[in-house]
């Protein structure tokens, strides 16, 4: 079964040509590989806020690169953890090792798709003050780690396609209060990245790019609040 399962996660899904086209550094950010991290840097600023992102069970880290690469495009120091057989369930600390290697940064948030996000709900749980921002991309916080008396700024984004919308917004109470939530009319559990089709997901009824655009203004706006 060992055997089974590793090699069954050695083939994770993606990245697709939008994700590999944004690993490209240009005139507007730079991508560099830091301690085995891709890390997109802002070059017309330094940035004071950075986003830590986990990605999605059994799915290639690089696929999260068209809404990470935007994010910078704002001005945004942008983490991107690969993970052990691409689980993040296998390393959830993993943030620790970032927040000390960019000691400049005054504000952190962290998130992930999916399995990412529940880990990235984990670390924020098990280090309540080292993170101010966690944002939830299609997923929610393990059922032992309740954050809603946490002081923490936290998005909640979904596509109202996505097979698991009941779970996604029952985690409420895992959640404090004054959590956003934003619903993505049309959009799945899959179009969070660039990776192609994923088994048990609904069938998105518009484009990667509308729901990616949606995602990323979701996402620059919690950054944006803690950074104030």
Not at 46 to 58: A, S, W
Not at 87 to 113: C, D, R, Y
């Amino acid at each position: 079964i060992s055997i089974g399962f590793v090699g069954w996660a050695s083939f994770p899904l993606g990245p697709g040509p939008d994700a590999q086209a944004a690993l490209q550094s240009d005139e507007k950010v730079s991508i560099d590989i830091i301690q085995g991290w891709t890390v997109f840097q802002p070059i017309e600023n330094t940035p004071e806020t950075g986003f830590i992102f986990y990605p999605g069970g059994r799915v290639d880290y690089r696929s999260y690169s068209p809404v990470l690469n935007s994010l910078a495009q704002q001005g945004f120091l942008v983490i991107l953890v690969p993970m052990p057989l691409s689980m993040a369930v296998f390393s959830p600390n993993k943030a620790e090792t970032v927040l000390t290697t960019f000691p400049k940064i005054q504000n952190w948030a962290i998130g992930g798709h999916s399995l990412g996000g529940a880990m990235a709900a984990r670390y924020c749980f098990t280090h309540p003050d080292q993170i101010q921002g966690l944002a939830l991309w299609a997923s929610y916080p393990p059922s032992t780690d309740n954050l809603a008396n946490q002081n923490l700024e936290v998005l909640s984004i979904f596509g109202d396609q996505d097979g698991q919308v009941e779970k996604l917004e029952s985690s409420g109470q895992l959640l404090p209060p004054d959590t956003v939530w934003v619903k993505i009319d049309g959009g799945n559990h899959a179009q969070f990245g660039d990776y192609g089709l994923q088994p048990g997901d609904g069938q998105a009824q518009i484009s990667s790019r509308e729901q990616w655009s949606q995602i990323l203004d979701a996402t620059s706006t919690l950054l944006l609040k803690i950074s104030e």
